[in-house]
Protein backbone atom coordinates (compact mmCIF):
# COMPACT_ATOMS: atom_id res chain seq x y z
CA UNK A 1 0.00 0.00 0.00
CA UNK A 2 2.59 2.57 0.98
CA UNK A 3 4.29 1.58 -2.42
CA UNK A 4 1.01 2.00 -4.45
CA UNK A 5 1.17 6.12 -2.54
CA UNK A 6 4.23 6.57 -2.91
CA UNK A 7 4.16 5.83 -6.71
CA UNK A 8 1.02 7.29 -7.19
CA UNK A 9 3.03 10.78 -5.14
CA UNK A 10 5.84 10.54 -7.98
CA UNK A 11 2.60 10.40 -11.05
CA UNK A 12 1.68 13.55 -9.56
CA UNK A 13 4.77 15.08 -9.30
CA UNK A 14 5.75 14.15 -12.05
CA UNK A 15 2.35 15.28 -13.82
CA UNK A 16 2.05 18.68 -11.90
CA UNK A 17 5.98 19.09 -13.75
CA UNK A 18 5.01 18.34 -17.13
CA UNK A 19 1.93 20.90 -16.07
CA UNK A 20 4.28 23.58 -15.33
CA UNK A 21 6.79 22.70 -18.94
CA UNK A 22 3.51 23.10 -20.96
CA UNK A 23 1.83 26.35 -19.47
CA UNK A 24 5.34 27.70 -20.01
CA UNK A 25 5.60 26.31 -23.71
CA UNK A 26 2.06 27.82 -24.48
CA UNK A 27 3.48 31.50 -23.04
CA UNK A 28 6.02 31.39 -25.24
CA UNK A 29 3.98 30.60 -28.29
CA UNK A 30 1.93 33.20 -27.13
CA UNK A 31 4.52 35.79 -26.73
CA UNK A 32 6.08 34.77 -30.17
CA UNK A 33 2.39 34.83 -32.24
CA UNK A 34 1.96 38.56 -30.22
CA UNK A 35 5.05 40.00 -31.37
CA UNK A 36 4.53 38.35 -35.27
CA UNK A 37 0.87 40.49 -35.11
CA UNK A 38 2.92 43.32 -33.64
CA UNK A 39 5.76 43.38 -36.87
CA UNK A 40 2.59 43.00 -39.15
CA UNK A 41 0.96 45.66 -38.00
CA UNK A 42 4.11 47.68 -37.77
CA UNK A 43 4.66 46.80 -41.53
CA UNK A 44 0.89 48.02 -42.48
CA UNK A 45 1.36 51.60 -40.70
CA UNK A 46 4.57 51.92 -42.95
CA UNK A 47 2.58 50.65 -45.96
CA UNK A 48 0.23 53.28 -44.98
CA UNK A 49 2.36 55.99 -44.25
CA UNK A 50 3.99 55.30 -47.83
CA UNK A 51 1.10 55.70 -49.44
CA UNK A 52 0.31 59.33 -47.65
CA UNK A 53 3.98 60.07 -48.76
CA UNK A 54 3.28 59.27 -52.49
CA UNK A 55 -0.16 61.25 -52.30
CA UNK A 56 1.15 64.36 -50.80
CA UNK A 57 4.00 64.05 -53.84
CA UNK A 58 1.52 63.42 -56.24
CA UNK A 59 -0.53 66.54 -55.27
CA UNK A 60 2.55 68.60 -55.10
CA UNK A 61 2.96 67.95 -58.73
CA UNK A 62 -0.61 68.54 -59.58
CA UNK A 63 -1.39 70.85 -62.28
CA UNK A 64 -4.50 71.99 -61.14
CA UNK A 65 -7.52 71.22 -58.48
CA UNK A 66 -9.46 68.53 -60.74
CA UNK A 67 -6.19 66.76 -60.58
CA UNK A 68 -5.35 67.20 -57.34
CA UNK A 69 -9.03 66.21 -56.32
CA UNK A 70 -8.71 62.90 -58.51
CA UNK A 71 -5.09 61.83 -56.95
CA UNK A 72 -7.13 62.01 -53.21
CA UNK A 73 -9.79 60.22 -54.62
CA UNK A 74 -7.21 57.50 -56.18
CA UNK A 75 -5.15 57.31 -52.54
CA UNK A 76 -8.36 57.36 -50.08
CA UNK A 77 -9.58 53.98 -52.27
CA UNK A 78 -6.20 52.62 -51.92
CA UNK A 79 -5.77 53.45 -48.91
CA UNK A 80 -9.63 52.14 -47.38
CA UNK A 81 -8.53 48.23 -47.15
CA UNK A 82 -5.71 49.01 -44.72
CA UNK A 83 -7.58 50.86 -42.78
CA UNK A 84 -10.84 48.89 -42.29
CA UNK A 85 -7.81 46.17 -41.41
CA UNK A 86 -6.58 48.37 -38.91
CA UNK A 87 -10.35 48.83 -37.30
CA UNK A 88 -10.83 45.47 -37.48
CA UNK A 89 -7.92 44.96 -35.14
CA UNK A 90 -8.62 48.50 -32.92
CA UNK A 91 -5.34 50.19 -34.31
CA UNK A 92 -6.11 53.54 -33.42
CA UNK A 93 -3.67 56.58 -34.30
CA UNK A 94 -3.02 58.87 -31.73
CA UNK A 95 -5.08 61.91 -31.87
CA UNK A 96 -4.43 63.88 -28.42
CA UNK A 97 -2.04 66.42 -28.60
CA UNK A 98 1.59 65.33 -28.09
CA UNK A 99 2.25 67.47 -25.01
CA UNK A 100 -0.56 65.15 -22.99
CA UNK A 101 0.46 61.89 -23.95
CA UNK A 102 4.50 62.30 -23.64
CA UNK A 103 5.22 58.75 -22.87
CA UNK A 104 3.87 57.96 -26.05
CA UNK A 105 5.81 60.54 -28.38
CA UNK A 106 9.63 60.11 -29.20
CA UNK A 107 12.02 62.31 -30.37
CA UNK A 108 13.31 61.44 -33.99
CA UNK A 109 15.03 64.83 -34.71
CA UNK A 110 16.14 68.58 -33.36
CA UNK A 111 16.18 71.63 -35.29
CA UNK A 112 17.95 75.30 -33.88
CA UNK A 113 15.43 78.11 -33.70
CA UNK A 114 16.57 80.66 -31.29
CA UNK A 115 13.18 82.52 -31.22
CA UNK A 116 11.42 78.91 -29.62
CA UNK A 117 12.65 77.31 -26.16
CA UNK A 118 14.90 74.19 -26.40
CA UNK A 119 11.69 70.89 -25.96
CA UNK A 120 9.34 73.04 -28.16
CA UNK A 121 7.70 70.93 -30.88
CA UNK A 122 8.24 71.93 -34.24
CA UNK A 123 6.07 69.37 -35.97
CA UNK A 124 4.82 65.86 -36.13
CA UNK A 125 7.06 63.53 -37.98
CA UNK A 126 5.30 60.31 -37.71
CA UNK A 127 1.69 59.42 -36.52
CA UNK A 128 1.58 57.25 -33.36
CA UNK A 129 -0.38 54.31 -33.30
CA UNK A 130 -2.31 51.86 -30.12
CA UNK A 131 -3.02 48.37 -30.68
CA UNK A 132 -5.72 48.88 -27.90
CA UNK A 133 -4.62 49.97 -24.90
CA UNK A 134 -0.51 49.25 -25.68
CA UNK A 135 1.54 51.17 -27.15
CA UNK A 136 2.09 50.05 -31.33
CA UNK A 137 4.60 53.00 -32.57
CA UNK A 138 4.94 56.17 -30.59
CA UNK A 139 4.45 59.54 -32.26
CA UNK A 140 7.52 60.98 -33.81
CA UNK A 141 8.88 64.30 -33.18
CA UNK A 142 11.23 67.34 -34.03
CA UNK A 143 11.46 69.33 -31.62
CA UNK A 144 13.99 72.86 -31.04
CA UNK A 145 17.44 72.11 -29.18
CA UNK A 146 19.25 75.38 -28.99
CA UNK A 147 22.66 74.48 -28.10
Known sequence: MIKEIDQLRAKVVQMAAETVRLQRE?????????????????????????????????????????EAKTIEQLY????????????????QQLKAPVDQLPEYSEVLATEKQPQKPDGSLIRVQRLGYLLGDQLLRPTGLVVVKND
Do not use: C
Request: cysteine-free; glycine content about 4%.
Open 26 to 66: LELEQEAAREQQRSFFLHLIEQMDLIDRQRKEQLIEAGNEE
Open 76 to 91: AKAAQPLQRLMGHYSI
